[in-house]
Nanobody
Framework: QVQLVESGGGLVQPGGSLRLYCAAS????????MGWYSQAPGKQRELVAY???????IYTNSARGRFTISRDNAKNTVYLQMNSLKSEDTAVYYC?????????WGQGAQVTVSS
């Protein structure tokens, strides 16, 4: 049984930073393409970034230059370092495979960027 548990969200001021964590069980992150997704209020869930088995990374335009996706194979965990946060980054963030599996969605991590 695959379980992906996101954590690390919170309230941060514009310009601040947060690091999100995705702890995986039942799935080996190092041999899967793993992605982070965001869902802002009233909007559809969308891809933020993904990392493939070779460590190559892809970012959407809004994330490129500010966010960094990485993983720790020993901890079977995927990270999303978010810097220079903007109010429009406010969303629930989820990790999943890329492309996502509908049965792997977790509870997500709420990120709120506000002064």
């Amino acid at each position: 049984q695959v379980q992906l548990v996101e954590s690390g969200g919170g309230l941060v001021q514009p310009g601040g930073s947060l690091r999100l964590y995705c702890a995986a069980s039942g799935l080996i992150v190092s041999i899967n393409v793993m992605g982070w997704y965001s869902q802002a209020p009233g909007k559809q869930r969308e891809l933020v970034a993904y990392i493939d088995s070779g460590g190559n990374t892809i970012y959407t335009n809004s994330a490129r230059g500010r966010f960094t996706i990485s993983r720790d194979n020993a901890k079977n965990t995927v990270y999303l370092q978010m810097n220079s946060l903007k109010s429009e980054d406010t969303a629930v963030y989820y990790c999943n495979r890329y492309p996502p599996s509908p049965v792997y969605w977790g509870q997500g991590a709420q990120v709120t960027v506000s002064s």
